[in-house]
């Protein structure tokens, strides 16, 4: 294909993608296939041949909208918002164009620069603390990074190689796996499952711990359990607290947690996957206080603030932990850059990296901050619309407080109840949402999604949601009876697990980054 | 922005990438910007309210451009290709504008199953082993990771733990973290910067071995240091080979190292990042002899196949071993997806993924396997067509066999000399390579790049090196005289360390993965 090709093509595919975004509430917001449904559809090898993109592009609906999930129909209530917008499509496609690999200033600047700047940016609308801005005095600065989970790995890492660093220095002798062996992080119950896979990476125990009856991790747990490994001879050096957990959007207690990390000398690593969008607006910045105790914080625009997958940033307030850390580069090197930027292959995993900043550029320039607020703000008040329609019919209950725009509702019945509520949802096909089960009570969450979501549509799917409830109450009140099984101030659980999974088929399970 | 604004932009982004595609050759190569150039053309805050995209696009060329290197200009020799083609582009701004997160087959199948088709197909283009092939009998298959640092960090924490599980299974009473402190892994000197720090994120040792004169790792070698490292207590548990190092394009033996690993229980990992994607020509396969003996072979398309950053794949003979290691679900859930397709979130670090088999499947649609072999081929061509004008020149020597699109080449001077030829260069600024110093030989290195590149484009790169050549061995003739100090047949090297940055700037480490 050359220039006048991809002239012809690209703005076929522009349309495409228009006509798509503008009409999805028209598709099934959920595939109807079978596993292995395109297996059939293509060959079973490459072609020999260069084809026509005129075939391709046919192809796109006949093979691959069939098996497509649409995460961004305003039908779509599952997991979290995946974050989309036009100008962040349009800042993907001019790095895609660039295609430079920026894993040094030298490799392309402006790639290293717009990531400082706009990481800068971002920091700042959420009023992060001084200390992780790139302006800063000290060593502290913001990166993208491809999830939250990868982000968790890295911070681990590095709080695993400042700890074996102290160690070391006030003993020599000792041996370097010895003090590994005997580390131990936490998380919450409520964590996402990759602080818990970050451990078995890492090589180092990790603890979930309980969280509270609003599932919020809080100090005195933590300082329980640090007493009680520490009178093991472990070494509590790292703890991952979660704001927003996937579960039910809960945060875990900071203020609590922070000043014990810092008299343990542990490093607090704050995972916002979801919820740190919502901090642009200063309503929601009350669920910050005590992150100045973090050594990193992160959150990802690609799920609720308009950026397409993959984008979550991270910030950290010294960055030579990582720096030294993982830096197999001569001595020599490691500042050859002046004015404080940074070399950001040491910050990451992968050495190679896209240009990614651009979209976020292009988005927060296109939105302004006033933007990017209304749009957070919208999703949160459809949110309260949607728990209202909820609890004025009486027949369910909301199980955890709604403060953004997720909503987690069940029917005043037993588990099994809800969870053929769920069934008869997924059959009708008209909406989809998906369950999580904490301490023994099984949910639906309900998550505001796309960006153009409106009244209407939270009335349409809360209508989807009645009819399917009036069709199933129907058959349970003749077979089974109607009992109530109350999950207000919830009992003191046994559960430490999250076991979202166990009534969920393979669509369900919600404690997945995205 | 509405879908109309999207068309509207989007159509200008298309052409602007056309135009700029189109038009490459006739921007400097290199960006001629100082560290910091970018901050005082920004604001220091997002602006509060949105602004018109039209001032963002303006902003494309007065902002972005001048810090950009063109690493698909003819002109751009560093590194190795960096892969992109208007199919691949087409390919993500669908991906973009579906932005599915598709971490397991439900959340939207195609995403999955195409992935599993797509490598597929790349495995068969390359003849890979069966056992690499998701339609195979056992749990071999391909996937795409971000990077082959990123993979090769993955295989190591796979074959960590299955060496772990093995010791434990003999004597469950042996504590994890004692054998994790015996494990030893190794690779060539010549082997990728990555793969040594893969040693440190996975605390464990992680052994250069000396290459051959040739700067391939050889049986003998990798024999004797196993047979040193378990006399000394250690487990030998990992080999990372590489087919087409980062320096000078050199290739391990696999057919004496395989049956090492085979005999002593070690996973044999290939990275194969840059000269993969020749394999798909026959005449290349060769190389890939032994390969039988890996248990995970990887390559970047994003390197040499046409496809943007990031697309890294990776093919595994058995899946369990990853999926096992690091999953944290509840076990029932692990098989749940029937026709043996993949959860892929269990299969690398990060859980979300993008929908990256788009752009592999239309690239490889638009081409066609000859497409991509007449590619390959005729970026080989080019290199051989350069190696000739170099060694007809008469003043230069060719350091390494010329087997790809890579030539390695000095003058017949000092290492200073060649330094300096290098400065020449640079400071001319119309091309662009890097250097490499391995052995005490510092050599250029001039890789064909970009997919265009024509004979004529490597007529004027030659005549760019030859008039700075020219001018500088007129000052160094008259000042230090012209030294020759021959670099075949080199003496068995005091130097284990690969020391390319030891004179190269930070833009010209060629030690960084793509």
Chains 1, 2 share one sequence.
Request: net charge negative.
């Amino acid at each position: 294909m050359d220039a006048e090709g991809f002239r012809k093509y690209g703005r076929q595919m522009v349309d495409y993608i228009a006509d798509y975004l503008e009409n999805i509430r028209e598709r099934d917001v959920v595939h109807r296939v079978s596993p292995g449904y395109m297996r059939p559809l293509l060959p079973d090898e490459a072609p020999e041949k260069a084809e026509s993109f005129d075939e391709v592009m046919k192809d796109i609906e006949k093979i691959i909208m069939p098996g497509t999930t649409h995460w961004h129909s305003p039908h779509f209530h599952g997991y979290f918002a995946a974050g989309n917008s036009f100008p962040s499509i349009l800042g993907d496609m001019l790095s895609d164009a660039i295609g430079c690999i920026g894993f040094s200033w030298a490799t392309s600047p402006a790639c290293t620069e717009l990531e400082v700047i706009t990481t800068d940016w971002l920091g700042k609308m959420m009023n992060l603390p001084e200390e992780f801005l790139h302006s800063s005095e000290g060593k502290g600065g913001g990166v993208i990074q491809s999830t939250a989970s990868e982000t968790v790995l890295l911070c681990l890492l590095a709080a695993r190689t400042r700890t074996v660093a102290k160690y070391k220095e006030a003993d020599p002798s000792t041996d370097e796996m010895q003090i590994i062996s005997k580390l131990v992080g936490y998380c919450s119950d409520q964590a996402n499952s990759s602080v818990e896979r970050s451990g078995l990476l890492g090589a180092v125990r990790m603890v979930k711990l309980l969280s509270d009856e609003n599932f919020s991790l809080r100090g005195e747990t933590l300082r329980k359990a640090v007493e009680a490994d520490k009178a093991k001879g472990l070494i509590p050096f790292f703890l991952c607290a979660s704001l927003g957990t996937t579960g039910s959007c809960a945060f875990d207690n900071l203020e609590e947690l922070g000043p014990i990390c810092a008299a343990e000398d542990m490093w607090l690593h704050i995972d916002a996957a979801y919820a740190g969008s919502a901090f642009v607006c200063p309503e929601f910045r009350h669920y910050m206080k005590g992150i100045q105790y973090a050594e990193t914080f992160s959150f990802n625009p690609h799920k609720w603030m308009l950026i397409n997958f993959d984008c979550s940033v991270m910030w950290i307030k010294n960055s030579s932990y990582l720096v030294d850390a993982f830096n197999v580069d001569p001595i020599y090197l490691r500042h050859s850059c002046e004015g404080k930027l940074p070399d950001y292959r040491h910050w990451q995993i992968p050495l190679g990296r896209r240009f990614r900043s651009l979209k976020l550029w292009f988005m927060l320039r296109s939105y302004g901050i006033s933007g990017v607020q209304e749009y957070i703000r919208r999703h949160c008040r459809l949110a309260k619309e949607f728990e209202k329609m909820i609890l004025d019919d009486g027949r369910f209950e909301v199980v955890t407080q709604v403060v953004m725009g997720l909503v987690c509702f069940r029917l005043k019945c037993s588990n099994k109840v809800t969870e053929r509520l769920l069934g008869e949802i997924l059959a009708d096909g008209r909406i989809y949402l998906i369950p999580a089960f904490v301490r023994n009570i099984y949910f639906l969450r309900f998550a505001i999604c796309a960006e153009r979501t409106t009244s209407d549509d939270v009335k349409f799917s809360f209508q989807v949601i009645k009819s399917c409830t009036d069709r199933l109450l129907q058959k349970v009140s003749l077979k089974n009876g109607y009992k109530h099984v109350p999950v207000i101030n919830i009992d003191a659980p046994q559960h430490l697990e999250t076991e979202e999974s166990k009534y969920s088929s393979d669509s369900s399970t919600p404690d997945v980054d995205q």
